[in-house]
């Protein structure tokens, strides 16, 4: 049982472990590293040995850090995630911009989404409303691999 000091330090959220056991843990914050993945900072509530004052030894309940890739962590019913700190990445920044060689008429850039592996160059991310602009410019063509415009009109 965990301790009641815990039962408040919420959100909590289940995570599966890389051998599929499932724990449940303390979501601390949330990252989004510039590959575009979002990691989960978490704190797991293991038993430590603890030697009293009295010297007597006894198991204590301990947060233990770690992180997770988004992808193995899952919300608990009822619980509310809205003041979960979150940093790294700007959200909502999906899409990059190609510089093209121009050697004749046509487009000189190509709008890619952020994780085509065709963008040759990582320039900085752009918003889906900066996105959307620069696909009504006639010097701008969608990246024909990625289809960024398929995700920009689901927006």
């Known amino acids: 049982m965990v301790d009641d000091r815990y039962a408040a330090a919420g959100p909590w959220a289940r995570v599966t472990l890389p051998d599929r056991q ?9 990252t989004r590293t510039h590959d575009g993945v979002w990691w989960y900072e978490l704190e797991a509530i293991l038993t430590t040995r603890t030697k009293l004052p009295d010297g ?3 198991a204590e309940p301990t947060p233990v850090a770690f992180s997770m890739p988004a992808e193995h962590v899952a919300p608990i019913p ?5 003041n979960v700190p979150t940093n790294g990445a700007v959200a909502g920044r999906q899409f990059v ?5 121009r050697t004749m008429a046509g487009a000189s850039r190509r709008l890619h989404r952020r994780d085509c592996w065709q963008a040759v160059a990582r320039p900085q991310p752009i918003t889906s ?3 959307i602009q620069l ?5 701008v063509t969608p990246c024909d691999l990625c289809h960024p ?5 689901r927006r």
């Not at 009822?78 to 809205?82: C, K, N, P, Q, V």
């Not at 911009?97 to 060689?101: G, I, P, R």
């Not at 696909?135 to 010097?139: E, S």
């Not at 415009?149 to 009109?153: I, T």
């Open 78 to 82: 009822g619980e509310d995630y809205a």
């Open 149 to 153: 415009e398929r995700a920009l009109r």
């Open 129 to 131: 409303t900066d996105a």
């Open 97 to 101: 911009v190609e510089a093209l060689w």
């Open 22 to 30: 499932q724990l449940d843990v303390i979501v601390t914050g949330r």
């Open 135 to 139: 696909l009504a410019d006639p010097d």
């Open 56 to 58: 007597r030894i006894v």
